[in-house]
Antibody, heavy 120, light 108 residues
Framework: EVQLVQSGAEVKKPGESLKISCKGSGYSFSKFWIGWVRQMPEKGLEWMGIIYPDDSDARYSPSFQGQVTISADKSINTIYLQWSSLKPSDTAMYYC?????????????WGQGTLVTVSS | EIVLTQSPGSLSLSPGERATLSCRASQSVSSTYFAWYQQKPGQAPRLLIYAASHRATGIPDRFSGSGSGTEFTLTISRLEPEDSAVYYCQQYGGSPRTFGQGTKVEIK
């Protein structure tokens, strides 16, 4: 069974750093692109970027380029989303999701989401 | 960036009725690269339709997708109470990938 399991909820202060994770199982993890999607409170879905775990090739939406870092450790079937200095506007639910078979693909399996709250 | 605009913003229908959700793209999208997702409260989104008209695994046949170019439609033929959710369209052919703003479907 394909599963993506994300790390738990985080509460941080503005200016702090953070790294959240997404661990895959039940499939050939390193051979599928995985993306990150942001959902701000009571808002829609926003595409952040994707990564190919086999070679850590990462692509970013222009809206998120330079704001976050996406990385992978294929040895432990895990990808990461990282901030160096959080802002209150980073408060959101973050989902990882697998791209089906290729880079231009729908998101067929989703993690359960990681809620990030940034508040002083 | 391809902007996707969904309409209506919300709709309220009774069980057994038909729901028609629209998604308009700011430029032409290949139907190969178009999807619909369902998100219920407190849950992650779920893939419903890919390549504009193909149902994902396990999706009931009351869900159907159609369209091409700049106009796409999701139809729920006979609404059931569990279809209450927000529905998002997505294009995955252009960069960046983009989502519509969502249509909320309420079952009376």
């Amino acid at each position: 069974e394909v599963q993506l399991v994300q790390s738990g909820a985080e509460v941080k202060k503005p200016g702090e750093s953070l790294k959240i994770s997404c661990k895959g199982s039940g499939y050939s993890f390193s051979k599928f692109w995985i993306g990150w999607v942001r959902q701000m409170p009571e808002k829609g879905l926003e595409w952040m970027g994707i990564i190919y775990p086999d070679d850590s090739d990462a692509r970013y939406s222009p809206s998120f380029q330079g704001q976050v870092t996406i990385s992978a450790d294929k040895s432990i079937n895990t990808i990461y989303l990282q901030w160096s200095s959080l802002k209150p506007s980073d408060t959101a639910m973050y989902y990882c999701a697998r791209l089906w078979l290729q880079r231009k693909a729908p998101l067929d399996y989703w993690g359960q989401g990681t809620l990030v709250t940034v508040s002083s | 960036e391809i902007v996707l605009t969904q309409s209506p913003g919300s709709l309220s229908l009774s069980p057994g009725e038909r729901a028609t959700l629209s998604c308009r793209a700011s430029q032409s999208v290949s139907s190969t690269y178009f999807a619909w997702y369902q998100q219920k409260p407190g849950q992650a989104p779920r893939l419903l339709i890919y390549a504009a008209s193909h149902r994902a695994t396990g999706i009931p046949d009351r869900f159907s997708g159609s369209g091409s170019g700049t106009e796409f439609t999701l139809t729920i033929s006979r609404l059931e109470p569990e279809d209450s959710a927000v529905y998002y369209c997505q294009q995955y052919g252009g960069s960046p990938r983009t989502f519509g703003q969502g249509t909320k479907v309420e079952i009376k």
